[in-house]
Nanobody, 124 residues
């Protein structure tokens, strides 16, 4: 079992930066692939970024490529999402997700553990 807790969301202006954190419980974090998804009001949950267990592989949605960076610190059981050049269309609830595999995937159904989400609001 893995429990995930996101933090770092908030209200920012367009062009600003924000870093989200996701802390995981359990002793097996280093063997889990991790990902970030987001869901805007009235829309489906979309993939944002994913990272393999050893950080060797990273995936990004086209909409965030070049602006967002996913990273992890296995010693701290934490995964991060550094967001830069934020746009109003980045406004959403951001969710951290984990899957019991070292291989990262980009589909929500591949992830069995989810955090409660953190709100990111970008004003224009």
């Amino acid at each position: 079992q893995v429990q995930l807790v996101e933090s770092g969301g908030g209200l920012v202006q367009a062009g600003d930066s924000l870093r989200l954190s996701c802390s995981a419980s359990g002793r097996t974090f280093s063997s889990y692939a991790m990902a970030w998804f987001r869901q805007a009001p009235g829309k489906e949950r979309d993939f944002v970024a994913a990272i393999s267990a050893n950080s060797g592989t990273k995936f990004y949605a086209d909409s965030v490529k070049g602006r967002f960076t996913i990273s992890r610190d296995n010693a701290k059981n934490t995964v991060y999402l550094q967001m830069s050049s934020l746009k109003p269309e980045d406004t959403a609830v951001y969710y951290c997700a984990a899957r019991p595999s070292t291989i990262a995937r980009t589909t929500a159904s591949e992830y069995g553990y989810w955090g409660q989400g953190t709100q990111v609001t970008v004003s224009s």
